[in-house]
């Protein structure tokens, strides 16, 4: 890859990174583009992502292809490999040969699967912002030799901008659902009061005697409060009557 090329590379894997407010983001995706750009970028043999569980969901993993994919997964299911090390002590694993007698010590099942798809030397580092950690990159090389300061520097500030979108984009989703929240108890309130309104108008009476009618029909029927009271909104349903 020429120097021009890589630079533009780098800015195109930078700009996809960090574009994460949109309706569409889906983090799996998101997590895969990371892999990828760190084997191309990176210039390593294969680079794996394991997301951490966010609320109400499993830990995720991708990767740069299938081989590193179906590595990954088996890591988390066996709890053992860089990405585990690196999730739990949120610290970078430098580069360490697969075949080193720690290394299959510690990673058993891990080490040999991954010797037999070829690789020799794995390095690691959390996906961490703002104290917040999300995921854990895997970088793996087919061939001995390091890879340089700079290349993990390069894996490092890929993965910081990849964690920058994802934490963007869960504090949106749950901005979102909080205002959700909050719409749907406005709505529920106004269709009672509204309700407490036209029974008070219809039936004479005080606008809490109406509300006590409303709550006594929604307790005798096990139904809703809202429910309740949209009913008499639109169809001029009369819980007096009902008890009747």
């Given at each position: 890859?020429s ?58 993993a ?41 290394a ?31 995921g ?21 500030a ?20 909080v ?66």
């Open positions: 890859m120097e021009e090329s890589r630079e533009e590379g780098l800015a195109a894997a930078f700009v996809e990174l960090a574009d994460t407010l949109v309706s569409d983001f889906d983090v799996e995706q998101h997590v895969r583009s990371l892999a990828r750009h760190c084997a191309r970028l990176v210039d390593v043999t294969a680079a794996g992502v394991v997301l951490a569980a966010d609320t109400g969901t499993a830990p995720t991708s990767a740069s292809d299938e081989h590193t994919h179906a590595l990954e997964l088996a890591g988390l299911e066996w709890g053992e490999g860089p990405a585990a090390d690196c999730r739990r002590t949120a610290r970078e694993l430098p580069p360490t040969a697969l075949a080193h007698p720690r299959r010590a510690e990673w058993p099942r891990f080490t040999g699967r991954a010797l037999e798809l070829g690789f020799v030397l794995v390095a690691a580092a959390p996906m961490r912002a703002r104290g917040t950690a999300v854990a990159l895997t970088l793996y090389h087919d061939r001995p030799g390091a890879p340089t300061a700079a290349q993990l520097r390069l894996g490092r890929l993965a910081d901008v990849a964690t920058i979108g994802i934490l963007q984009q869960r504090a949106l989703a749950e901005r979102s659902a205002a959700a929240q909050l719409q749907n108890a406005l709505d529920s309130r106004v269709v009672i009061e509204q309700a407490k309104g036209a029974l008070s108008q219809r039936r004479s009476i005080a606008v809490d005697e109406a509300f006590r009618l409303l709550r006594g029909h929604a307790r005798n029927t096990r139904r809703p409060l809202t429910d309740v009271a949209r009913e008499v909104v639109e169809n001029g349903l009369d819980p007096a009557a009902k008890e009747g």
